[in-house]
């Protein structure tokens, strides 16, 4: 299936009519010998199971594309970044809440302890829904010390014995057919491990010969960028573009650098020596994000590029 008949078939599935299971998950370290998941299925009230089913609606409804997922990129406010679901680690948590519920009940509270997050599961005929939500801070099933969980009752308030958690009004990606939708592209690489393919990316980097022949040393960048997502993705987008291996790239940088008075240093080899002051100014020229109207003929650091095409 494409892209576009998934996101369609998202649209057009029957979620009132579907039967809902839900079910909460953790994960564990990814070693390709088990399962990277944990999960335990769980009961859901009536009230709940409408007021989630509701909350995917109103996701129908309001998200109707979706762009192509890339390192840098994020969803739009009313659309969807999408990716290929045999690309990620959906296929392990896929393979337990597809079980029968009933042989998956939760036990006990502790089986709901840190959990990493829950997927909304909807089955109608044939097809299948999957929603998914990373927990947070709100995610709380043990009582914590020096407090009590109280609740409003009757122009009073009363102690809940009982542990209890908060579900957010929200879902961070959704899967149906062949293809992740994503609304919190930091969720879903959490989640999915995505953030792990980033912090290899950055290591192959950094052992190649060709970043080598560019940058002087590569202190100030494991300084820049450390264990920062943000950051991460952005080394492994210069990887891929792999400008710095450009010789007439790195020529003409030298030559704008001096001409834009923009402040990198080179050594007597034509690399770049990179400082905490110039680092945010080096990433932006290696992925090629530094830009100049010719209109106004300002500079301008973006976050991605789109090439324009004459006609």
Known sequence: MTVAEDLRAFGEFEVGQSTASLWVFKKRPVTGKMNSFTSVSVLMSDALRQQLKELVSGYQARHTIADQYN???QPSEDGFLSVAREETLFQDLKQLVDQPLEECLVKNVKQLN???????RLRHRESVLY????????????KKKGTLNIFFREAGLDIMDSPSFSIARRFDFFVTGDHVFM???SAFESLLNHRDSYEEAYADLKAEPGFAAAIADLTP??????????????????????????????ARLREINALRNWG??????????????TMRDIMHILLDHRLRSELSENEYDVQSTTPVRGE
Request: aromatic letters at 12%.
């Open 114 to 120: 840190n959990a990493a997050g829950y997927v909304l």
């Open 264 to 277: 990198i240093d080179f050594d007597g080899q034509g690399r770049i020596v990179a400082t905490p002051e």
């Open 131 to 142: 929603c998914v939500t990373r927990t947070n801070a709100d995610w709380a099933t043990r």
């Open 71 to 73: 390192l840098l990129s």
């Open 183 to 185: 609304t919190s592209k």
């Open 221 to 250: 960048f494991d300084a820049f960028v450390g264990k920062n997502a943000t950051q991460l993705r952005r080394m492994a987008v210069i990887k891929a573009r792999g400008y710095y291996k450009n010789p007439n790239y790195m």
